[in-house]
């Protein structure tokens, strides 16, 4: 099983970025998987967590500008994010099936 993660990169405040984690070993439709984020000062924490089936959960700081989607052809989760902050500067990383990814780097700056 393995997961990577791309799509990172430096962007503005106010910006949009769409992170992908390709899965390959396992189908991503028959799991639930989390986006999670690593500030380069603080531990990881929990961004959102989209279920096999139901309602996608968000933290309070991303909700209404973070939008979990998957792509079952492409084998593929992504993470749309718009209206970007200082504070979403981090390392993001996804969880699915026991697995992590090796992580894209997003940074938020002028």
Known sequence: VQLVESGG??????????????ASGIIVSNYS???YR????????????????GTTYYIDSVKG???VSRDNDK????????????EDSGD???????????GTRVTVSP
């Open 9 to 22: 990169g430096l962007v503005q405040p106010g910006g949009s970025l769409t992170l992908s984690c390709v």
């Open 33 to 35: 998987m989390g986006w």
């Open 38 to 53: 690593e500030p380069l000062t603080k531990p990881r924490e929990l961004v959102a967590t989209k279920p096999k089936t």
């Open 65 to 67: 500008r973070f939008t």
């Open 75 to 86: 084998n593929t989760v992504f993470l749309h994010m718009n209206s970007l902050k200082s």
């Open 92 to 102: 993001y990383f996804c969880y699915m099936g026991g697995v992590w990814g090796q």
